[in-house]
């Protein structure tokens, strides 16, 4: 069974802080995604990954960064924390061939609370 | 611009009773997800379909996609308790878009089951 394991399920920062949300898969996917969750308005892409030091923005980039030093290894950075970034974040990873034909798997996700 | 839409976004339903949720998606795509979610929980990969009139069924849940209509369905059969949840379908763009499997996500139904 794919793995996703993502660092933390519930943590609790102050506005302004540098925060670091970590997310390492097993099962050697090339794809690696970070989403955030708010009621009503669904998942939403934030950053994704296709390779090691590969990403691209997603919908909503703005205030997050990103970093693929290793394969199984991505980390969601908050640059300098605000309230409005209090939201679930989900980690994801898929195979990047097309023709794979397996979902995206995910985390157990991190409630994150910005004080 | 992909877009997904899912219908209804909230179900209240008695157990016992049959519904459908509808998954509508706006571009040519042969490759369907639908996921589950409990309230606090990740995303569980429930069902992928993966070309005209392919149908899976699971339990007491029955997905079926018609690639022509741009149409996934979900069908519930005597619901029980246990069904409710939150539950999204995803599509998989093109090849032609880029080959990045970024899905593209309904804004889930969320579906309570009464006694």
């Known amino acids: 069974d794919v793995k996703v394991t993502q660092s933390s399920r519930y943590l609790v920062k102050r506005t302004g802080e540098k925060v670091f949300l970590e997310c390492v898969q097993d099962?050697?996917?090339?794809?690696m995604f970070w989403y955030r969750q708010d009621p009503g308005l669904g998942l939403r892409l934030i950053y994704f990954?296709?390779?090691?030091?590969?990403?691209e923005k997603g919908d909503i980039p703005e205030g997050y960064s990103v970093s693929r030093e290793k394969k199984e290894r991505f980390s969601l950075i908050l640059e300098s924390a605000s309230t409005n970034q209090t939201s679930m974040y989900l980690c994801?990873?898929?195979?990047?061939?097309?023709?794979?034909?397996?979902?995206?798997?995910f985390g157990d996700g991190t409630r994150l609370s910005i004080l | 611009e992909l877009k997904v839409e899912q219908n209804p976004l909230f179900l209240s339903m008695q157990e016992g009773k049959n519904y459908t949720i509808y998954c509508n998606y706006s571009?040519?795509?042969?490759?369907l997800y639908w996921y589950r979610q409990d309230p606090g929980k990740s995303l569980e990969s429930l069902f992928v379909?993966?070309?005209n009139g392919a149908v899976k069924q699971e339990g007491r849940l029955m997905a079926s996609l018609d690639t022509k209509a741009r149409l996934s369905t979900l069908h519930i059969t005597a619901a029980v308790h246990d069904l409710s949840a939150t539950y999204f379908c995803?599509?998989?763009?093109?090849?032609?878009?880029?080959?990045?499997?970024?899905?593209?996500w309904g804004l889930g139904t969320s579906l309570a089951v009464n006694p």
């Open positions: 995803a599509v998989d763009p093109p090849f032609e878009a880029g080959n990045n499997r970024k899905l593209i």
């Open positions: 571009t040519t795509s042969d490759r």
């Open positions: 990954s296709y390779d090691v030091k590969m990403k």
């Open positions: 994801a990873s898929s195979p990047r061939p097309y023709f794979s034909n397996q979902p995206q798997h």
């Open positions: 099962m050697d996917h090339e794809n």
């Open positions: 379909l993966l070309s």
